[in-house]
């Protein structure tokens, strides 16, 4: 069965400090995998993703770490801030059939305390 | 680009009565996609077209949920016999091709919410 399991459910962090959010895959059809940003009362909105051709991808304060051999990857969110306070959520797809299919994590909720 | 729109946003029902939840997607964008979400859990895929043909169904849209989208244009999701267990979060999304990394991104509308009482 297709699953992406994340962790940790809760973070807080201090403003300046790092966020880490870890998630892992068992089907390794997945080649494409995305990580959604949702603040309450608000769809997902798509913040990086990554395929696993490359270990790392950085854009702004955010970077994704990818292990393809543990089939685990990584959000890392830089110098935190309040405003990065929201639920973020990681994904995973394949390009065959059900591409289309986003499996999501059950989300982290991560709290940027000043 | 205007987003994908959902309406309503919110929808109170009593048990057993019908709802339709409406999706209009951004323009020119062939794929559509809905997704279920309920508190705590992450979107859990529904169904998906590509244009008006309905590609595929998840075991989770049992025989009470119907999703159309005449012309290939908006969407409906009707949800017949509403049970409590139907309560959620509708989204709706888009994409302009696959939604991989070529960067057809999934675009996610903001929700319908549903409270069946």
């Known amino acids: 069965q297709q699953q992406v399991k994340q962790s940790p459910q809760s973070l807080i962090v201090q403003k300046g400090g790092i966020s880490i959010i870890n998630c892992a895959y068992e089907?390794?059809?997945?080649?494409?995998f995305p990580w959604y940003q949702q603040f309450p009362g608000k769809g997902p909105a798509l913040l990086i993703a990554i395929r696993p051709d490359v270990s790392e991808k950085k854009e702004g304060r955010f970077t994704i770490s990818f292990n393809k051999s543990a089939k685990q990857f990584s959000l890392h969110i830089m110098d935190s801030q309040p405003g990065d306070s929201a639920t973020y959520f990681c994904a995973a797809s394949g390009s065959g059939a059900g591409s289309y299919q986003l499996t999501f994590g059950k989300g982290t909720k991560l709290s940027v305390i000043p | 680009d205007t987003g994908v729109s959902q309406n309503p946003r919110h929808k109170i029902t009593k048990r057993g009565q019908n709802v339709t939840f409406r999706c209009d997607p951004i323009?020119?964008?062939?794929?559509l996609y809905w997704y279920r979400q309920t508190l705590g859990q992450g979107p859990e895929f529904l169904t998906y077209f590509q244009n008006e043909a309905q590609l595929e169904k998840s075991r989770l849209l049992s025989d009470r949920f119907s999703a159309e989208r005449p012309k290939g244009s908006f969407s409906t999701l009707e949800i017949q016999r509403t049970e409590q267990g139907d309560s959620a979060m509708y989204l709706c999304?888009?994409?302009?091709?696959?939604?991989?990394?070529?960067?057809?991104?999934?675009?996610f509308g903001e929700g319908s919410w549903l409270t069946v009482v």
């Open positions: 089907n390794t059809a997945f080649d494409y």
């Open positions: 999304a888009s994409s302009l091709g696959a939604g991989d990394f070529s960067g057809n991104t999934i675009y």
């Open positions: 323009s020119e964008h062939n794929r």
